[in-house]
């Protein structure tokens, strides 16, 4: 028995290993960084360790599965229903209404 728990906790601690070097190999590739300098930077995962897991989890397939995940579950939250039907959108969120092309304001 205690074998047992020995080899789920050894489990979970590689999948949590996994998981942050999975995050590190995503955050050196959204920064630019690189693997080399990631590994020697962050000091956690060699940058074999990181090659590794970037090629079998960091691919363009995967960052589009990511990311339709995410947009699902963003619509999925109530406040997105404020906005419209998701047709038009705001960086800033304040809907400014924009002057049709060659109107110019005259300040009396």
């Known amino acids: 028995m205690e074998a047992v728990l020995i080899d789920a906790a050894l489990i979970m601690f590689d999948k949590m290993l996994d998981a942050r070097a999975l995050m590190t190999a995503v ?7 690189g ?3 990631m590994a020697r930077s962050s000091g956690a995962f060699s940058h074999s360790r990181l090659l590794w897991v970037a090629e079998w989890h960091v691919r363009d397939e ?3 599965a990511v990311l339709a995940c995410l947009v699902d579950a963003i619509h999925g939250q109530p406040f997105t229903r404020i906005g419209g039907d998701g047709d038009t ?3 800033d969120g304040q809907f400014s209404h924009v002057a049709p092309l ?3 304001h005259k300040v009396t």
């Open 27 to 33: 955050l050196a590739d959204a920064t630019n960084l």
């Open 35 to 37: 693997l080399t300098r």
């Open 62 to 64: 995967t960052y589009q």
């Open 89 to 91: 959108s705001s960086p």
């Open 102 to 104: 060659g109107w110019e």
